[in-house]
């Protein structure tokens, strides 16, 4: 902006983009007369530029499973039908108290429960470059909202890949940092232990000056870090050369397409031919990945959802029943969808007596087991590189009967989660499909500020002066 543009028109024209990609459905709600408003309030600032917070005239869509106090918020699931949040998540106050603007609330897979965004009750989102292909999910509207220029930025929650994959799918960054980063109050839980916001942009520096602006300890959220925030926005690229791991296992996985395999590996060779160390590092547990995590997130997502019975608050069914467990039985069967069921189903059975011991707990062992080993990496390595997905986004309906195909393409971006450290999807290469598909770089916990200068790097080597495929 600065004197260019006034916040109200960077708004109007963000609405008629809104408009007309209303076939996208990308957004659940749109904050029209609200986004104006708040656009004219800070016009009246723009002469002082010593007044402006730091995301001044950002415009922001965010995930439907954000609470923004007085608006709707229904993590795209029938239960929570007309319900308006009582409170604001910290991550969204702390951007709103820098000037930014909340456009709207974006479609997402019902309580953040796939990868594909055909799990919503306000139905698919289309990808932008091919509206029979999935925007990838969860945060499919978040992905598509940014990718379709109908805002700046978007805020999504990463649970698996819930950012970086979408990212991946629509060619944009997907930016997941490092789990207690940022505040989880006001995101509504579907794994507690697992589960992060995370960040959608076209341009890594946008991605830092969010980042910068919404980390940062909360007394709403024991498990939110004291670690102190870096000026992010400030990360400049340095001449560095870093030591980099790759997995063998997961560029000669079966399930990854030969095109990404053959752009990683080159971008491997070019990453080593400007002095960078890279090195391949078995990681023997690759297989157990997607088990583990599938076994421990339907358990916590088994506990989460119990609270949501018909009673308090949201969707209560119209069925005769005769007594209370009647009413929690046909208000949860008619209020939860087909993939949220599927999984506090398992979650139940894998906490049941009986099998706790022979999958929960194992599954936990598993995790510690997996987490010793990437201490260990990250001892030795600043970053592993690897694919996002096994492929490029898929059609609608391709996956959506075949539940471990659809849990096989979060084979490389679970493993963040499972482990806590921060990864990045950044969009480098188009396949000869003609969809985009990226990289996936991680570091250790609370370094974020290095994977920001490093991704800056490897577009740069691309060719690329941003982010946009």
């Known amino acids: 902006m600065c004197g260019e543009l006034t916040c109200t028109e960077v708004v109007n024209t963000y609405l008629q983009n809104i408009e007309l990609q209303k076939h996208l459905n990308a957004f659940v709600e749109v904050f029209a007369s609200e986004a104006k408003e708040r656009a004219l309030a800070l016009d009246k600032k723009l002469k002082d530029p010593s007044s402006w917070g730091k995301c001044f005239g950002v415009v922001v869509g965010i995930k439907d499973v954000l609470c923004y106090k007085d608006h709707h918020v229904d993590a795209s699931s029938k239960i929570l039908q007309q319900y308006k949040a009582i409170y604001t998540a910290t991550a969204l106050q702390r951007l709103i108290d820098e000037d930014a603007?909340?456009?709207?609330?974006?479609?997402?897979?019902?309580?953040?429960?796939?990868?594909?965004?055909?799990?919503?009750?306000?139905?698919?989102?289309?990808?932008?470059?091919?509206?029979?292909?999935?925007?990838g999910g969860s945060s499919g509207g978040s992905a598509v909202a940014v990718q379709a220029n109908m805002c700046m930025i978007s805020l999504g929650s990463d649970t698996g890949g819930?950012?970086?994959?979408?990212?991946?799918?629509?060619?944009?960054?997907?930016?997941?940092?490092?789990?207690?980063?940022?505040?989880?109050?006001?995101?509504?839980?579907?794994?507690?232990?697992?589960?992060?916001?995370?960040?959608?942009?076209?341009?890594?520096?946008?991605?830092?000056?969010?980042?910068?602006?919404?980390?940062?300890?909360?007394?709403?959220?024991?498990?939110?870090?004291?670690?102190?925030?870096?000026?992010?926005?400030?990360?400049?690229?340095?001449?560095?050369?870093?030591?980099?791991?790759?997995?063998?296992?997961?560029?000669?996985?079966?399930?990854?397409?030969?095109?990404?395999?053959n752009a990683i590996a080159q971008k491997i060779t070019a990453l080593k031919n400007t002095g960078h160390e890279v090195v391949p590092v078995d990681f023997n547990y690759?297989?157990?990945?997607?088990?583990?995590?599938?076994?421990?997130?339907?358990?916590?997502?088994?506990?989460?959802?119990?609270?949501?019975?018909?009673?308090?608050?949201?969707?209560?069914?119209d069925k005769d029943s005769e007594d209370l467990n009647d009413l929690y039985v046909n208000s949860r069967s008619g209020g939860f969808g087909k993939e949220v069921k599927k999984r506090i189903m398992l979650g139940t059975f894998v906490l049941s007596t009986g099998y706790y011991e022979a999958y929960f707990t194992k599954a936990q062992q598993i995790r510690q087991l997996i987490s010793e080993h990437t201490k260990e990496i990250f001892s030795e390595?600043?970053?592993?590189?690897?694919?996002?997905?096994?492929?490029?986004?898929?059609?609608?309906?391709?996956?959506?009967?075949?539940?471990?195909?659809?849990?096989?393409?979060?084979?490389?971006?679970?493993?963040?989660?499972?482990?806590?450290?921060?990864?990045?999807?950044?969009?480098?290469?188009?396949?000869?499909?003609?969809?985009?598909?990226?990289?996936?770089?991680?570091?250790?916990?609370?370094?974020?500020?290095?994977?920001?200068?490093?991704?800056?790097?490897?577009?740069?080597?691309?060719?690329?002066?941003?982010?946009t495929i």
């Not at 940092?177 to 890594?204: E, M, N, T, V």
């Open 101 to 135: 603007i909340v456009i709207g609330n974006l479609n997402c897979d019902e309580f953040a429960m796939g990868s594909s965004n055909e799990n919503s009750i306000h139905g698919n989102v289309l990808n932008a470059i091919d509206n029979e292909r999935v925007p």
């Open 162 to 261: 819930s950012v970086r994959q979408p990212a991946d799918f629509c060619g944009i960054v997907g930016l997941k940092p490092g789990y207690g980063r940022i505040s989880r109050y006001g995101l509504i839980a579907y794994a507690s232990s697992f589960d992060q916001i995370g960040i959608f942009s076209k341009h890594i520096a946008d991605a830092a000056l969010i980042l910068e602006t919404i980390a940062g300890a909360d007394e709403f959220d024991s498990t939110c870090s004291e670690e102190e925030v870096p000026r992010f926005s400030q990360i400049q690229k340095v001449d560095k050369k870093y030591k980099i791991a790759y997995f063998p296992q997961a560029l000669e996985h079966p399930s990854l397409d030969v095109e990404i395999k």
């Open 286 to 317: 690759l297989d157990y990945v997607v088990p583990t995590y599938y076994v421990l997130t339907t358990a916590e997502a088994s506990s989460n959802l119990s609270r949501y019975d018909g009673i308090k608050f949201g969707y209560r069914s």
């Open 381 to 467: 390595y600043d970053f592993i590189i690897m694919p996002t997905t096994p492929s490029t986004a898929f059609k609608f309906g391709e996956k959506s009967n075949d539940a471990v195909e659809m849990f096989l393409g979060d084979l490389y971006t679970v493993y963040a989660n499972l482990v806590g450290v921060a990864g990045i999807s950044i969009p480098l290469f188009k396949h000869s499909n003609g969809m985009p598909f990226g990289m996936q770089i991680m570091c250790d916990r609370f370094k974020e500020d290095t994977l920001l200068s490093f991704s800056t790097t490897c577009l740069e080597m691309q060719g690329k002066v941003d982010a």
